[in-house]
């Protein structure tokens, strides 16, 4: 799943060539490219999809959202690291046919 998340913005920095800010998604800060919305300033909530802000948002309702995605249990699953998501994966029931072919006939 591929969820674009609101979070605010904490703070914004460049390495040279790109504008670099470190998001706050409800208690899980993230470094996200901020190079498609020029206009968002510290304080600001953004949309963050796969990494990238791709819109500004306001407070109510990137705070609604996340505590909608909270309660259906997305928000931890989404903001996962690497790493949490390859155990999480890991952890799962596996298929010996994971695409289908074998199942029913």
Same mark, same amino acid.
């Given at each position: 799943?591929?969820? /674009? $998340?609101?979070?605010?913005? *904490? %703070?914004?920095?460049?390495?040279? =060539?790109?504008?670099?800010?470190?998001?706050?998604?409800?208690?899980?800060?993230?470094?996200?490219?901020?190079?498609?919305?020029?206009?968002?300033?510290?304080?600001?909530?953004?949309?963050?999809?796969?990494?990238? /802000? $791709?819109?500004?948002?306001? *407070? %109510?309702?990137?705070?609604?959202? =996340?505590?909608?995605?909270?309660?259906?249990?997305?928000?931890?699953?989404?903001?996962?690291?690497?790493?949490?998501?390859?155990?999480?994966?890991?952890?799962?029931?596996?298929?010996?046919?994971?695409?289908?072919?074998?199942?029913?006939?």
């Amino acid at each position: 799943m591929c969820l /674009a $998340i609101p979070g605010k913005v *904490e %703070e914004i920095s460049t390495d040279g =060539l790109i504008r670099i800010g470190r998001v706050n998604f409800g208690g899980i800060v993230k470094n996200v490219c901020m190079d498609y919305v020029p206009e968002v300033q510290v304080g600001d909530y953004t949309i963050v999809h796969v990494g990238f /802000a $791709i819109s500004k948002i306001d *407070e %109510e309702t990137a705070e609604q959202t =996340l505590r909608d995605f909270r309660e259906m249990g997305m928000l931890d699953e989404e903001l996962a690291s690497e790493d949490e998501a390859f155990a999480r994966a890991a952890k799962a029931p596996q298929s010996s046919c994971p695409d289908g072919s074998c199942g029913g006939e």
